[in-house]
């Protein structure tokens, strides 16, 4: 199979990504999420068995000026760091990984968010980590932001960043901005797309990596309900609806 990509469109990704996964026989283990405490007195509180903290950052996301928890929790099983004989990273880690929040009560902290399709499980070994690029989460204003990269050894010639920002409002993770810079790696035409769901606007840039000149165009985004983060699926396939 003979991926394609553009700087536009990314769906060529995931044809290359599980093209890529089944050519190579990859069969990682089923798994189950387990549910986290619902309250703890630290972050390590929220760790399930056979589980690490892998990510932590801290800040006031609900606006009470007191510092919340994220936390990027991973399975660390054995078993499903598999070895393959095909292309890219052996052996894989397929393990799981969780994205939480919790905000400060009282003496401890009290659960809000776990969420395990935002950052998506690593199956096909051509594709990076989609967090070892990016320092994966971080608060900003007030608002959770998660940046996933994507890049593959072979199969896939667009590598691209994705940063989603979420604030917390009633009572959910809404989803407020959307950024992706990709970039074809033949051809070295580049895009920027940046999509404000507050103002209700998208920036839409394009060139080359080879010239400072670019084409920007402005865009007004169709009426939608306002997405969580439970809306948002695998970070990686997400593409917003900006109505071009």
Same mark, same amino acid.
């Given at each position: 199979?003979?991926?394609?990509?553009?700087a536009?469109?990314l769906?060529?990704?995931?044809?290359?990504?599980?093209?890529?996964?089944?050519?190579?026989?990859?069969?990682?283990?089923?798994?189950t999420?387990?549910?986290?405490?619902?309250?703890?007195?630290?972050?390590?509180?929220?760790?399930?068995?056979?589980?690490i903290?892998?990510?932590?950052v801290?800040?006031?996301?609900? =606006?009470?000026?007191?510092?919340?928890l994220?936390?990027?929790?991973?399975?660390?099983?054995?078993r499903?760091?598999?070895?393959?004989?095909?292309?890219?990273?052996?052996?894989?880690?397929?393990?799981?990984?969780?994205?939480?929040?919790?905000?400060?009560?009282?003496?401890?902290?009290?659960?809000?968010?776990q969420?395990?399709?935002?950052?998506?499980?690593?199956?096909?070994?051509?594709?990076?980590?989609?967090l070892?690029?990016?320092?994966?989460?971080?608060?900003?204003?007030?608002?959770? =932001?998660?940046?996933?990269?994507?890049?593959?050894?072979?199969g896939?010639?667009t590598?691209?960043?994705?940063t989603?920002?979420?604030?917390?409002?009633?009572?959910?993770?809404?989803?407020?901005?959307?950024?992706?810079?990709?970039?074809d790696?033949?051809?070295?035409?580049?895009?920027?797309?940046?999509v404000?769901?507050?103002?209700? =606007?998208? =920036?839409?840039?394009?060139?080359?990596?080879e010239?400072?000149?670019?084409t920007?165009?402005?865009?007004?985004?169709?009426?939608r309900?306002r997405?969580?983060?439970?809306?948002i699926g695998?970070?990686?396939e997400?593409?917003?609806?900006?109505?071009?």
């Amino acid at each position: 199979m003979r991926c394609a990509g553009t700087a536009i469109a990314l769906i060529s990704w995931i044809a290359c990504s599980v093209a890529g996964a089944a050519a190579q026989g990859m069969d990682p283990p089923q798994v189950t999420y387990p549910e986290l405490p619902r309250q703890a007195q630290s972050a390590t509180g929220f760790v399930p068995p056979g589980w690490i903290l892998e990510h932590q950052v801290t800040g006031d996301l609900n =606006r009470d000026q007191r510092p919340d928890l994220v936390l990027v929790l991973r399975q660390n099983d054995p078993r499903n760091v598999v070895r393959h004989d095909g292309l890219g990273e052996t052996p894989l880690n397929t393990n799981l990984r969780i994205l939480a929040v919790a905000f400060r009560s009282g003496e401890g902290y009290a659960l809000v968010l776990q969420n395990h399709t935002l950052i998506p499980r690593r199956t096909d070994p051509v594709l990076e980590d989609p967090l070892a690029e990016t320092g994966g989460i971080g608060i900003a204003r007030g608002s959770l =932001r998660v940046r996933l990269h994507f890049f593959a050894s072979a199969g896939a010639r667009t590598a691209a960043t994705k940063t989603f920002i979420f604030r917390h409002q009633d009572g959910r993770f809404e989803l407020i901005g959307y950024d992706r810079s990709s970039v074809d790696r033949f051809s070295g035409s580049a895009s920027d797309l940046s999509v404000n769901y507050m103002t209700g =606007r998208a =920036r839409l840039s394009s060139g080359s990596i080879e010239s400072d000149a670019s084409t920007v165009r402005w865009i007004t985004l169709p009426h939608r309900p306002r997405l969580t983060i439970s809306d948002i699926g695998n970070g990686l396939e997400f593409e917003p609806d900006i109505g071009d």
